[in-house]
Structure formats: structure tokens, C-alpha cells
């Protein structure tokens, strides 16, 4: 449906074979240990995939939306946990490519497979709103020092870039923010908290302290004050597709174990399978159309990204509500479709449950996408 040429699909496949032996298998132990997905991270990286989007110019493989959306579709389709973590890398390099100049060796350790990259945007003073942090930063020898409680840091402690968020020195709104790299060696960075999930299990989202973290204007991602032009033009359509992609990944899968299960299991008083009733084929065709319009609409939104016009914006902006409402909607059917089998965990679909309710809530939150979008519908200021 993502309509790849050749190449692109090339790519893809590989990811699935490299997915299907490295990432698939550890799924479950990572949801029930809420354990990192570093085996799988770090094939990924051996791969050359943590530089998928990393310019070629800098060792990487040169894509764009189209072709990460589709990997992190199967991605997710496999373990969110390992879905999330590499999607908010792909968000960390998007900030890396827009000043390569700043940037290239986190770029070229990237595409060696030695560079994660995350985000640290929220924080506990203004939680889900990303856009408006309430830390500052102070004036330092030409630099500065940052100081912050952030939140629901994805790959906490185990990234090694983080891009950080933070006031201006001279901000008077709380708009006026600077985005900066921070790296994992820096003193006074420090994990300082725990993710104890209900999905997403494994991708590490742990609150994090920044105490005095002394940066030189090199640092600097972005124009001093304008972190949010960063933030929206850079990084969140890549979060926002990336997000829904993930969604339909999980989607897919509790799809296809609905399938596997309601063809295979038979009422044996009766000598039929569960698929010859149709209360549970009618349930099927709801996931299936579901999931199947959601990644149409995905789709979409590619389509205009590429080629951008008045309704891109909006799009954007409804990507991730769309794709993660129909991951609830599906993963609820399939739950009910294959009732105690699937309450119990012996099938995948309650992992695939309790999956697709994280992005949810990430910020921006669904309800705050429907915010949003109603704000431009009526032609108001989103922020």
C-alpha cells in the first residue's frame, strides 16, 4: 500500500528478514522483563539501518518518510517496544540532518550503527506539552548550562544523543525555546527514574536530570529561540507518521493472529472451526478494514509530505490520531474475537492490547491532536 519502487522495497525486505530473526523472537521476553531491545537494536545498527535516513553523503543509506514508515510498520508489527525506540532515533537524526554542519559525527557514527539518537522533550513542570518547556537555559563562558526534569525520555540511558529542549536564555514566551545536543558523556546528564509500562515495555521511557550540563554554542540544534520551528517542522512529522506506523504495525499483527487463530481452532462438539462462525468472521472483516483504512490514510499523508499544498498541515496533524485510534479499535476486536485464549497471553493479542494504548497518550496525546485539528478547522492558532 506505501507504493515503494524497487529499491525502497529492497531495503524493506531486508529489514523484515533482519526483524523476523532479530527482533520478533525477543518480543515477548522484552514485554514480560521490560527489558531494552539492545540485541535488537544493535543488529539493527550492524545493518547499517540506524542510518537509514542519514544522507549518504555521511555513510548513510539516503532515505525518506516513505521508505522508514514502511520499515517501522513491520517493526512494529514485531515488538513495539524496538518500533518506538527506533522511531524516536529517526526523530533524533531528522534534527542531526537539518545542521550536518553541527552534526556529522553523531551522522556518521549513525550509519556505522555506533550512534542512538532520542528526544527530551517533555518535562514534569508542563508534562504532555512538549512545546513549552519550563526549564532554561543560563548564559555559560559563550555557552550555556542546562538544568531540567525531563519525561518519558524514550531509550533513557541508553541512547547517545539526546536532543534536548529547553527556554532561551532571553525567552519572554514560553515558546521561545533552543533546542541542543546532549551526549550521553555529558556531566551531569543522569537517568533518574525507572519505566515500569503497561506497553511498550521495553523502550526504556524513563524520566531523566539534566544538573548543570555545560554546552558550547556548537551544541546548538537550532537557532537560538526558535526551537519550536524545530520541533514542528522538523521533528514532528517524522513522530507523527512514524507513530501511526507503529500503530498499524501492531494493527497488523493482531490481525494475522486473529486469523491464525480463528482458522485453526475448531468447536470439537460441533466438528467445525471458529472460522465458520460468523459473529467472529464479521469481527475479522472489521479489523481488517480498519487497519487497512488507517494505512491508507497514512499513505496519504506520504503522498502530501512529498508534495506539499494547503491541506499538508493538516494531515500531519491527523496521522497519528487516526492510525492509533484504529490500533485500539483492532486489538479490542481481537481480543473479544478470541476472548480467554487471548485474555490469558497465549496468544500475543493482550501484549498487542496493552501496545497499542502508549502511543495514546505520547505527546502530542490523541486528544490533543483533536485539539489541534479543530483549532485549525476553525481557523484558530494551533499553538
Not at 543509506?61 to 512494529?76: F, I, P, S, Y
Not at 539534566?210 to 524545530?230: F, H, I, N, T, W
Not at 487497512?292 to 512529498?306: G, K, N, Q
Request: aromatic share 4%; glycine share 10%; hydrophobic share 45%.
Amino acid at each position: 500500500m506505501y507504493r515503494l519502487t524497487s529499491a525502497q522495497q529492497k531495503i524493506v525486505s531486508d529489514i523484515v528478514a533482519l526483524a523476523d530473526q532479530a527482533v520478533a523472537p525477543q518480543a515477548a521476553e522484552i514485554d514480560k522483563s521490560a527489558a531494552f531491545p539492545r540485541q535488537a537494536i544493535a543488529a539493527l545498527g550492524k545493518a547499517g539501518f540506524l542510518g537509514l535516513t542519514v544522507p549518504a553523503a555521511f555513510g548513510g543509506q539516503g532515505q525518506g518518510l516513505r521508505t522508514a514508515v514502511a520499515a517501522l510498520d513491520e517493526l512494529g508489527r514485531r515488538c513495539s517496544s524496538t518500533a518506538m525506540v527506533y522511531l524516536m532515533h529517526l526523530c533524533g537524526v531528522a534534527c542531526y540532518v537539518a545542521v550536518p554542519e553541527k552534526t556529522e559525527p553523531q551522522l556518521r557514527a549513525a550509519a556505522r550503527g555506533d550512534h542512538l539518537s532520542t528526544l527530551a522533550f517533555s518535562e514534569r513542570g508542563s508534562r504532555s506539552h512538549f512545546w513549552a518547556p519550563v526549564s532554561r537555559a543560563v548564559p555559560d563562558n559563550g555557552g550555556v548550562r542546562l538544568s531540567a526534569q525531563k519525561t518519558f525520555v524514550t531509550s533513557a540511558g541508553e541512547a547517545h544523543g539526546y536532543v534536548v529542549s529547553t527556554l532561551d536564555a532571553d525567552a519572554k514566551r514560553p515558546l521561545d525555546s533552543t533546542i541542543y545536543l546532549v551526549l550521553r558523556g555529558d556531566t551531569g546528564l543522569a537517568v533518574s527514574g525507572v519505566w515500569e509500562g503497561l506497553g511498550m515495555r521495553g523502550n526504556g521511557s524513563a524520566p531523566m536530570t539534566l544538573d548543570r550540563v555545560a554546552l558550547g554554542a556548537d551544541r546548538a540544534l537550532s537557532p537560538r529561540g526558535k526551537g519550536l520551528d524545530m520541533m514542528l517542522g522538523i521533528v514532528l512529522p517524522v513522530f507523527q507518521v512514524g507513530t501511526a506506523a507503529v500503530a498499524l504495525g501492531i494493527a497488523e499483527a493482531a490481525v494475522q493472529a486473529t486469523v491464525q487463530h480463528v482458522t485453526t481452532s475448531r468447536l470439537e462438539h460441533m466438528g467445525s472451526s471458529l472460522a465458520e462462525l460468523p459473529v467472529l468472521r464479521a469481527r475479522l472483516a472489521q479489523m481488517r478494514i480498519e487497519t487497512d483504512r488507517a494505512r491508507a490514510h497514512l499513505t496519504c499523508v506520504l503522498d502530501s509530505l512529498e508534495a506539499p499544498d494547503a491541506s499538508t498541515d493538516l494531515l500531519v496533524l491527523e496521522a497519528k490520531a487516526a492510525a492509533t485510534e484504529a490500533a485500539l479499535t483492532v486489538t479490542e476486536l481481537g481480543l473479544r474475537t478470541c476472548g480467554g485464549v487471548a485474555l490469558g497471553g497465549t496468544l500475543p493479542l493482550e501484549r498487542l492490547f496493552r501496545d497499542a494504548r502508549a502511543p495514546v497518550v505520547m505527546a502530542p496525546t490523541t486528544d490533543q491532536a483533536y485539539d489541534f485539528i479543530g483549532r485549525a478547522l476553525c481557523g484558530l492558532e494551533v499553538f
